[in-house]
């Protein structure tokens, strides 16, 4: 079990900062806490990807099940295909994260 402690604070938004800070982190799937704390960390969490990157990520994976029989297509192909999915969906980190 984890010996994490937590401290409540409270921040106070504008109803137009709420608005938006609320809206971003539901496109990036993430409560508002998490959001906040990749911030705090140096990240800046991405939304999630719209119903045509999933398609197209799905094509992808089936070519790659179809070259599979060789092996140095295969694998240049899931080099790609997993740079791809960690440039869309991975949160970026800052250059200088807040210490």
């Known amino acids: ?14 109803v137009e900062e709420n608005d938006a800070v ?12 998490e959001f906040c704390r990749l911030l705090l960390k140096g990240y800046h969490p991405k939304p999630m990807p719209v119903a045509a990157f999933r398609e197209a990520l799905n094509e992808l994976y089936v070519l ?25 969906l991975l949160p970026e980190r800052s250059e200088q994260p807040w210490q």
């Not at 079990?1 to 504008?14: A, D, G, L």
């Not at 609320?22 to 806490?33: D, E, H, L, N, R």
């Not at 099940?65 to 960690?86: G, M, T």
């Open 64 to 88: 790659h099940e179809r070259v599979k029989s060789d092996e140095h297509i295969a694998l240049h192909l899931r080099s790609i295909i997993l740079n791809f999915q960690k440039r869309a």
């Open 1 to 14: 079990m984890s010996e994490t402690k937590y401290k409540p604070i409270k921040i106070n938004f504008t």
């Open 22 to 33: 609320t809206s971003y982190a539901k496109q990036c799937g993430i409560s508002v806490v």
